[in-house]
């Protein structure tokens, strides 16, 4: 049972390197033909630019919560091959349960980046109302569902959601994300059996970037791996080299191919790394060392990725500076439409509480709205 | 006397009870190397070693339970839960087993659990880092729930908890873990369970309220005082059991009670406290008594300063209740 009982070792980017982990990007700068999804030079390329955006939106997005202009942003700095490249495998009628770091799937499948902006201001304009947090975003025409912040949740929702599309023969799969810190959860427990026994179309897809916070990943299970985890659940399990988005691609579309095909859930553990700090309400200089960082750094995604199509003609440093400037551009010109835009008003405070608003609400909304205001905000 | 911060003083006292009580361990999410997201059990780590200040797996349940099995065993578990709005999880461990150990085993087992865990909004944390579940759990037969203020009461507090033989849920105030300062002696001492502290006299108004809200409510009552409304205000500082001698004598002076809390108003503490007040002060009581709450909604994450029982809507409570 090598690989079970074992105590998981320390987590390094080596560990990617292992046989039993899926790979396609080699260095010369080929795809091993037995992972690699053949996706189109058009994609590949849009997904690359795809990958920029989110990696310039983060650093922008820090530094609008170190000025004091967002509350809180929580970043995929290290996990965008990861996020990108399971988005990407999914088909148009396929739905995400996300956690909270994926805003680069969201942004994949359709959400817009000023509807994305506007729940980071907590704005009238939010899809959310600006009524949570930034980075709990909803996109339903995205097929993306509402994020809240405990662990774990949207894990077994996932499996509920997939079932009830089977019970309805629907050709649809849902792909969850989570932590790997999530797997300690009550509801990874519950999301695993269920979807196992019941076998519905459901991809569990396991970010295992190294981090809950503070707890390193080796303290979160005495498993070997997370995928191992599948095992016990009677679930196939497999684990890829998330910084690669090529094979990324490859085992969320088998597992995708699998559910539809009636086979059942897949457990998807990417090995990646969390390069920044938890949020931006986490200092990473408390618990871990730089020399980590920088050993992952030399297997950052994104570099990979562009490495990989320069070395095949699809990319060059002119390409680059032009989009780093358009996206550059994007990202300022919706920051500041978004920044603008007024909080929402004191009444939709007791909206969507329910489908409509009963007595006792009606009567608190007048109290708040005729008494005096807070002091520091600019409600209206 | 040295000044400390809340989390300095939970920090002290925690370090003081390790170091006299070798019984005491520390669970839960971050709470070993780094000490904690808000940083309160710092140092303690590097001091008394990764088996009594112990990291566990990002599980509420796994953390309640294993304090439960710990304390049968004749531990002092003090688990941390990260925020309270994740305490969730652990319902089922609180509700039904931490809560009813004594009860169900006529008394033949207990458990000596103290819950640690920050609770409040106004800190920008919208939905899930920002509730106050206390009534959740002050409805719960078997459970003590204790909320400090200041500093001194906070160190106090927890150390009377620590030693207490039932469990007890600790709730601190994290809008101000860091602006209450004061004194806080260097050596042993305990605050009572189940006593509230006159914190202002008065004869107009009595104001009740804990934790962060008390300061809202002071200055609530320092701006009353400016309109010829005189109150007395009560930290309760613990909830349950709750300290209704303090209250009807408070309210026989004044005969008008205004309660005050961040939680949602429906079956919020405040409900059980104007109920109490009811069954034991209803002759003295001069004007209806009134509640200033949270709203009846999730705890929203822009208008959070609207939604807070702030002094600028306790004020006019007040006012009215000593107009009526
Ligand atoms: C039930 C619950 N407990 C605690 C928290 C506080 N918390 C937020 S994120 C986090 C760590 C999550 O780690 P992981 O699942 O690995 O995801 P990652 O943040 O690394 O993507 C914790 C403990 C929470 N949000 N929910």
């Known amino acids: 049972m090598n690989g079970i009982t074992a105590t998981a070792a320390k987590y390094s980017p080596s560990e990617s390197l292992n046989d039993d982990v899926v790979k396609a990007m080699r260095s010369d700068g080929t795809l091993d033909p037995s992972n690699d999804p053949r996706i189109s030079r058009e994609l590949a390329v849009s997904l690359y630019e795809a990958m920029v955006r989110i990696r310039m939106l983060d650093e922008r997005l820090v530094a609008l919560q170190r000025q004091g202009r967002i509350g809180f942003h929580i970043g995929s700095y290290g996990e965008e091959a990861a996020i990108l490249g399971s988005a990407a495998a999914l088909r148009p009628n396929d739905w995400l349960f996300p956690c909270y770091r994926e805003f680069g799937a969201a ?7 000023e509807s994305y902006l506007n729940n980071m201001f907590g704005n009238a304009n939010d899809p959310a109302k600006g009524r949570q947090m930034p980075d709990h975003y909803t996109c339903k025409a995205a097929k993306f569902t509402s994020i809240s912040s405990p662990i774990g949740t949207q894990i077994t929702q996932a499996v509920g959601f997939a079932w009830g599309a089977k019970s309805q023969k629907e050709d649809l799969v849902t792909l969850t994300y989570f932590g790997e810190g999530a797997t300690s959860s009550n509801e990874f427990h519950n999301g695993m059996n269920f979807a196992a026994v019941f076998k519905t179309p459901t991809v569990m897809f396991c970010r295992n970037n190294g981090w809950a916070i503070s707890v390193p990943s080796e303290k979160q299970t005495a498993s070997a791996t997370f995928a191992v985890k599948g095992v016990a659940y009677g679930m196939p399990s497999v684990r890829v080299d998330g910084n690669d988005i090529f094979a990324v691609i490859k085992v969320t579309r088998d597992a995708i191919l699998r559910a539809a095909a009636g086979f059942g859930p897949t457990l998807i553990e990417a090995l990646t790394y969390r390069m920044s700090g938890h949020s931006t309400s986490d200092d990473p200089k408390a618990y ?63 909206e969507d509480v329910y489908e409509s608003v009963p007595w006792h609400l009606r009567e608190q909304c007048a109290e708040m709205v005729a008494g005096p205001r807070a002091k520091g905000h600019g409600g209206h | 006397m040295p000044q400390m911060n809340m989390v300095q003083a939970i920090n002290d006292g925690l370090r003081l009870e390790m170091r006299r009580d070798s019984r005491v361990v520390l669970l839960g999410e971050d709470v070993g190397k780094v000490g904690g997201v808000f940083r309160v059990t710092q140092g303690l780590f590097d001091e008394f070693g990764d088996s009594r200040v112990v990291d566990t797996p990002l599980s509420e349940g796994g953390i309640v339970g294993c304090a439960i099995g710990m304390a049968l065993y004749g531990l002092v578990p003090v688990p941390e839960i990260q925020f309270s709005d ?56 078997g459970l003590k729930v204790v909320c400090p203020s200041n500093a001194y009461d906070a160190k106090g507090l927890l150390l009377a908890s620590i030693r207490d033989p039932d469990p007890v849920l600790f709730f601190e105030p994290k809008r101000i873990y860091r602006a209450a300062k004061g004194d806080v002696p260097d050596g042993d001492y305990t605050v009572e369970i189940g006593k509230a502290a006159v914190v202002r006299e008065g004869k107009d108004v009595t104001v009740i309220a804990w934790g962060a809200m008390l300061y809202e409510a002071i200055a609530a009552a320092d701006e009353a005082a400016a309109n010829g409304v005189d109150c007395e205000v009560l930290d309760l500082r613990t909830l349950w059991p709750v300290d209704i001698d303090a209250i009807v004598e408070s309210v026989k002076k004044t005969g008008r009670v205004v309660v005050v809390h961040e939680a949602p108003k429906t079956c919020g503490f405040g409900a ?53």
């Open chain 2, 86 to 141: 994740f305490i969730f999880p652990a319902y089922d461990q609180i509700v039904s087993e931490l809560a009813k150990y004594r009860y169900r085993s006529g008394g033949e087992y207990s458990c000596k659990v103290v819950i640690r865990t920050p609770v409040g909004g106004g800190i920008r944390g919208g939905h899930y880092h920002s509730q106050s579940p206390e009534s959740l759990f002050i409805h719960v037969a």
């Open chain 2, 272 to 324: 059980e406290l104007v109920a109490l007040i009811n069954e034991k002060a209803f002759l003295h009581l001069e004007a209806p008594p009134m509640r200033v709450t949270g709203f009846d909604t999730p705890f929203p994450y822009t208008l959070e300063m609207e939604y807070l029982p702030l002094a600028h809507r306790i004020l006019p409570a007040v006012m009215q209740t000593a107009q009526f």
């Open chain 1, 288 to 350: 871990r060392p730089d020399d980590a960082v920088v050993e992952w750094g030399k297997r950052d995604p994104l570099m990979r990725f562009r490495k990989h199509l320069e070395m095949n003609g699809l990319w060059n440093e002119a390409k680059q500076v032009e989009l780093d400037a358009r996206v550059d551009a994007e990202i300022r010109d919706a920051i500041t439409v978004a920044e603008k835009v007024a909080p929402p008003a004191l009444e939709t405070m007791f």
């Open chain 1, 107 to 113: 942004l994949w499948r359709g959400m817009s980046l």
